[in-house]
């Protein structure tokens, strides 16, 4: 049931003269979506929602309010700030844009390991994006609801466009963080992944300070009761190869690792799915029903989803919570990881489908974090771009990379993890030449790194990155694994991957 005696919070101290609507249930959120949102439903009773003029994220319009206890710790040249005058003025704004208005009070929880969650407030104007965080963050119990006290409160406004002359941002969008007031202010965009972020956010500035590695990867458990990582962009897989029928899972996107393992940040999955079917993603396919959001696709003269339409954006969504995913793994945890793969989406079609890292390779990739932009994951991007995004995650990172880093070395070395780069990218020559990786052939070498099986297979050292590549692979062509001789001219792969080598070497500066 629903909280009557909600606690209070920073913004339920002020008179926001609006209707207040505290933890509805889905069903009534579902219908208001309908009613008041212009959504629409789908046959499986999934909520259908559009996001307007922003279908991803826009990272040139996050802020975190520059004050004392931020000063010397934020990473300045990855973060905009903003005066904590700035943010007030913004906030009183906000509050006045919110008079009149209805809006729904989604109580959260961040984090499944109790000694490391955040409790958040949420004060949203669109009924589908309460809707989807309700959804996307664990949802707490009736006792925890009845005694909720927030540790942080997000005011969600998306209508509400900024004025860069009058309000002193950048565009008409606006994420804003105060660490030390503990509120989030996001305005200009409607794009529901912007609020699930703001959290990540938070949670990549807390966790590290107390020795529990903050991560964007996915995590699941095999039969065995081994973990595995998954770290990456979106559009690399992260989602997809966590969403395995012969393993357990833990999460898609957020995870923290602790001295007793690993924990999910969230409670549900925002999985892309531009050219979904049922046949090559099972658990994703089913999970959209009563209860899920489906963002900015496109649907049929018959009501269905029509998955291959990208006339809104690529960066079509699914968000549904966790136990929508038939074999998640509940609670949220699990142990130390015996495997972590890096995901990269190579659209220059140069690295291995899979190779084996050394530990310093391993840090150099993580830091680096190679891949390409998928098209629609942010705004202005339209078709693989080549990226250098430190931690695989540098749009959420408000601490210097090395800060991270030294976590991760320190417990892949602890817990002797072995590290696997993939390439999910192109093969057979770069985007527009060659063909993308297939998901059946990536799902295999997976399969077989963490069975043991490549333990067992002859290695090649790949002449440019010094990669170690296995020769051989069950159900994967033995060509494929080189990815030198997939390409019809071979001179023309060995001119892309010294351009690639030299980028990588160019980005890995920074970090020496």
Not at 355 to 380: C, D, F, I, P, W
Request: aromatic content about 8%; glycine content about 8%; charged content about 20%.
């Amino acid at each position: 049931m629903p909280s009557t005696e909600p606690c209070p919070s920073p913004f339920m101290s002020l008179d926001l003269a609006s209707e207040l609507v505290f933890n509805p249930e889905v069903d009534q959120l579902a219908a208001d979506c309908l009613t008041h949102d212009a959504c629409e439903q789908i046959p499986s009773g999934a909520i259908v929602a559009y996001s307007g003029k922003y279908t991803g994220r826009t990272p040139k319009d996050k802020y975190i309010v520059r004050e004392p206890s931020t000063d010397s710790r934020i990473w300045w040249g990855n973060n905009n700030a903003l005066t904590p005058e700035a943010f007030a003025d913004i906030r009183s704004k906000l509050i006045d844009s919110a008079s009149g208005k209805k809006l729904y009070v989604i109580d959260c929880i961040a984090g499944a390991d109790p000694s490391h969650q955040i409790c958040v407030r949420f004060i949203l104007e669109r009924p589908y994006h309460a809707l989807f965080i309700r959804q996307l963050l664990i949802r707490p119990t009736d006792a925890q609801l009845r005694n909720f006290k927030p540790d942080w409160t997000v005011l969600d406004l998306g209508k509400h466009a900024m004025d860069p002359a009058d309000d002193g941002v950048a565009g008409d969008a606006l994420i804003a963080l105060n660490f030390a007031d503990r509120e989030v202010l996001i305005a200009g965009t409607e794009y529901a992944g912007e609020i699930k972020k703001s959290i990540f956010t938070i949670m990549n500035y807390l966790l590290p300070v107390k020795g529990v590695l903050s991560m964007h990867c996915s995590a699941n458990i095999g039969a065995e009761g081994d973990t595995a990582l998954f770290f990456g962009l979106s559009g690399t897989g992260k989602t997809t190869l966590s969403a395995d029928p012969d393993r357990r899972l833990i999460g898609d996107d957020e995870h923290g690792w602790t001295d007793s393992g690993v924990f999910n940040i969230e409670g549900g999955c925002y999985a892309k799915c531009i050219n979904l079917s049922e046949d090559r993603e099972p658990e994703i396919w089913n999970a959209i029903r009563t209860g899920s959001i489906l963002e900015n696709v496109v649907l049929k003269a018959d009501g269905t989803p029509d998955f291959d339409d990208r006339s809104i954006t690529e960066n079509t969504r699914a968000a549904y919570p966790l136990d929508f995913i038939p074999n998640a793994a509940i609670p949220s945890v699990g142990g130390h990881p015996k495997n972590i793969v890096f995901l990269t989406c190579d659209a220059l079609g140069v690295l291995p489908p899979i190779s084996r890292l050394t530990s310093q390779q391993a840090m150099l990739h993580y830091l680096n974090g190679y891949t390409a932009k998928v098209a629609g994951t942010e705004k202005g991007v339209t078709e693989p771009t080549l990226t250098f995004s430190a931690c695989f995650g540098q749009p959420f990172l408000p601490l210097p990379p090395p800060d991270y880093a030294n976590v991760l070395r320190l417990k892949i070395e602890q817990h002797d993890v072995k590290v696997w780069l993939v390439n999910t990218g192109w093969t057979g020559g770069p985007y527009g030449v060659g063909s993308r990786m297939k998901l059946g052939h990536t799902r295999a070498m997976l399969k077989a790194a963490f069975e043991g099986s490549l333990d067992e297979v002859d290695m090649v050292t790949e002449p440019v990155f010094g990669l170690h590549v296995p020769t051989s692979c069950p159900d994967v062509p033995s060509e494929l694994l080189l990815p030198r001789s997939t390409w019809a001219d071979p001179e023309q792969y060995d001119i892309r991957a010294a351009e690639l080598k030299a980028k990588f070497d160019a980005n890995s500066a920074k970090f020496v």
